[in-house]
């Protein structure tokens, strides 16, 4: 049937040289002779939602519902950071850099005196004091948000705690690190379960029973290419059934590389050491299950030669994971700063959809995070936050703060670069460009006069929209999948919902991820 069952282990591969010992990650040389045929430290995930018992939500304070988002994110703190983070990229888009540090500086200090209320972090110290009153979700969301703007508009760092993971001294290590942390999330949270598993169910669902030869298109192979551990398991299984050999390849779609990148060396060795590893662990993982796979990787502007050499060739499947959605709204890793516009942007995703169309996929399966502008933003990963502090007691201060640096920090950079080049591009403020903006409301530090808000700022459109623009049709997902989505959250601070063709993951009140699928 292909469904997901909760009783059943489900087997989640890492990569063949890197091995856990007490806890710890480490490596051996990919060529280690004693690395040859070494699978047994693979072992299954038991996935048990009915252990997660959520904990019942705080008195709210005076304002309502309306002031908490998730368990008990204060929502007036997090649209303070809204207003300066705003402020800032507006001063910074009439050339105020001056303004904008300022106004960072005051955030930054703002933050730090939260932090440091003793009323605050009460609420989480029953949950788990491992981390205590020093640990904040709106607080650490709010964190890596200025140091991204601060980043992206400053070139430097507001703050001088250690509170992020110290830089990698060479790929193996900054990999190594990744792997602990997106271990430790899949291990902890219902978001890559929740996405992983739904896709791979929609996948499953639109292949038919003479479908031999798949071929699978991902936009994020994900690290070790774990999604597709069960999804191999369920496709040997019915090959088994049928009697009939059946392939599998799985084709990932890589950043070009070219002007863009130039320069990026060690972000592009990072990526090919990444698909690498995560493709010696699927071969080695399909000889387990004995299953012929083929990996291969390709840049994105070969995706019009691919759709030519696989007409007709095998089903072929798309997958655009939770990580690839969002960097697909942002030009697919484009990381050159012109400033063609969003409607330019727009037009080369909507391109890549229409090549997409014509390989004529089964199905388009695709999870996305529910979000719609800066303050929505600050309100899912201080929810994502918040549900990574509440997982259970197994959960570290470290393991955390790991997750929030390797996964969640590049995400909200790009989240930052995203919304600083709308706020550029679409010219809000009505500035002259020599710092002097036009907009109603108090000057901060030596610039002009700057608006509160941003109100003329278009947000991209989301995959949906973009998707249905280019011919695709959303497909209803199974009562399989939707009997595992209920499965998966059940006696959790989670929740899932069925909006029309879409299953959307919350955290309490706050929708966090959706996932549909499209032909």
Request: net charge negative.
């Amino acid at each position: 049937s292909g469904s997901f069952r909760s009783d059943m282990p489900m087997k989640h591969p890492w990569p063949p040289n890197i091995v856990e010992r007490g806890g710890h990650i480490t490596t051996r040389p990919l060529n280690d002779p004693s690395m040859m045929n070494k699978v047994g430290h693979i072992g299954h995930m038991n996935v048990h939602p009915g252990h997660r018992q959520a904990p019942p939500p705080p008195p709210l304070p005076h304002g309502g519902h309306n002031m908490i988002v998730g368990r008990c994110v204060r929502l007036d703190e997090l649209s303070l950071a809204e207003h300066h983070l705003s402020l800032a990229a507006q001063a910074a888009g009439h050339g105020d850099l001056v303004t904008a540090q300022a106004i960072l500086a005051r955030l930054n200090q703002q933050t730090n005196s939260i932090l440091c209320s003793p009323t605050r972090g009460s609420e989480y110290n029953s949950i788990n004091p491992k981390l205590g009153q020093h640990y904040l979700p709106s607080h650490r969301a709010i964190f890596h948000f200025k140091e991204a703007f601060a980043s992206r508009l400053l070139g430097a760092s507001l703050s001088s705690a250690a509170a992020m993971i110290p830089p990698a001294n060479n790929a193996m290590d900054h990999i190594i690190n990744k792997m602990s942390a997106y271990k430790s999330f899949f291990d902890t949270s219902l978001i890559p379960q929740f996405a992983h598993f739904t896709a791979n169910q929609a996948i499953l669902d639109a292949l038919a029973d003479g479908d031999d030869r798949v071929h699978v298109i991902d936009f994020e192979l994900g690290f070790a290419g774990g999604q597709w551990a069960s999804f191999m398991q369920e496709f040997a299984q019915r090959s088994i059934k049928s009697g009939r050999t059946s392939e599998l390849k799985i084709t990932t779609v890589v950043r070009d590389t070219g002007a863009a990148n130039a320069g990026d060396g060690s972000r592009q060795d990072n990526d090919v050491l990444e698909i690498q590893l995560a493709k010696e662990n699927l071969l080695q993982f399909a000889k387990e299950v004995g299953l012929n796979l083929e990996v291969d990787a390709i840049p994105l502007g070969k995706l019009q030669g691919l759709m030519k050499s696989e007409a007709g060739a095998a089903a072929i499947v798309v997958n655009f994971g939770y990580g690839s959605a969002a960097r697909m709204m942002g030009g697919l890793d484009d990381d050159d700063d012109d400033d063609d516009g969003p409607a330019s942007s727009e037009t080369r995703l909507s391109e890549l959809l229409q090549c997409i169309r014509r390989l004529k996929p089964r199905v388009v399966a695709l999870a996305e995070s529910e979000t719609e502008g800066l303050l929505e933003s600050l309100q899912f990963y201080a929810c994502v936050f918040e549900s990574l502090h509440e997982s259970g007691k197994h959960v570290t201060a470290e393991a955390v703060h790991n997750i929030e640096s390797m996964i969640f920090g590049p995400e909200i950079a790009d989240a930052a670069k995203a919304y600083i080049n709308l706020c550029s591009r679409n010219q809000v403020g009505g500035g002259d460009g020599h710092g002097h903006g036009h907009g109603h409301g108090h000057g901060h530090g030596h610039g002009g006069n700057y608006r509160s808000r941003l109100p003329n700022v278009t947000p991209a459109p989301s995959c949906r929209m973009l998707l249905q623009k280019s011919g695709f049709s959303p497909l209803h997902f199974s009562n399989a999948a939707e009997s595992q989505a209920s499965c998966l959250v059940k006696n959790s601070g989670f929740n899932f919902t069925k909006q029309q063709e879409r299953l959307v993951l919350g955290w309490y009140n706050k929708p966090l991820i959706s996932a549909s699928a499209w032909v």
